[in-house]
């Protein structure tokens, strides 16, 4: 494997606003009961376990495809993330349900990712969430460019070069991943522990 990046860099900074005990309103999708995605980050995580403390593996309980934020806990009006659920529920039921594959790796500066394909029905989901929290809030957080959906199924926990995590992938050609997306989830998440880790607030159907 050729990796996108010559050099890797620690995940787990904390970024603005961040610290331990800060919680964070976020749109994700997830993948409880996808034993097929489950299956391929399994693949991965057994290649990648040799590098030991390089890099944090994600376990399947919190595999999750970032969709988009609202706001930190205490910040955000609870009363009106009710109303952005309410709204995405109006949104997302004119999203059908489809699926997705999903794999294979890409080695970024900060994680292993697994591409989706095809991203346009995530992208329509992330345009119904965004649509709904700008009828509520006014302005929308985070920007709608620079969205590439993908699944990390570890994170680089140190600086250092790229070329150990690609040879530790190079004799891996695992099948890619197939996914049924039927709903996207409203969060509550952390990353008190380097890992992100959520309640669920609220799952919306899609159509």
Do not use: C
Request: proline share 7%.
């Amino acid at each position: 494997m050729t990796p996108d990046t010559e050099t890797m860099r620690n995940h787990w900074w904390w970024r603005p606003g961040w610290s331990v005990g800060r919680r964070f309103y976020t749109w994700h999708l997830t993948f409880e009961g996808q034993d097929d995605v489950h299956r391929l980050a399994a693949e991965y995580r057994s290649a990648l376990a040799p590098l030991g403390d390089l890099v944090t593996l994600i376990p399947d309980r919190w595999l999750h495809l970032t969709m988009q934020g609202i706001g930190f806990v205490g910040e955000a009006k609870e009363a009106d993330v009710q109303e952005i659920v309410r709204a995405a529920r109006e949104q997302l039921a004119a999203v059908p349900a489809f699926d997705v594959q999903i794999g294979p790796a890409v080695v970024d500066p900060e994680a292993i990712l697994l591409r989706v394909h095809p991203d346009g029905p995530v992208r329509q989901i992330r345009d119904g969430i965004r649509s709904a929290i700008g009828d509520v809030l006014g302005e929308v957080p985070e920007r709608a460019e620079g969205f590439t959906p993908h699944v990390s199924v570890a994170y680089s926990a140190g600086d250092g070069p790229a070329e150990p995590v690609a040879q530790a992938l190079v004799d891996l050609d695992p099948t890619a991943a197939r996914a049924r997306i039927s709903s996207a989830e409203l969060i509550v998440l952390h990353r008190d522990h380097q890992m992100y880790e959520w309640e669920s607030f609220a799952t919306v159907p899609l159509g």
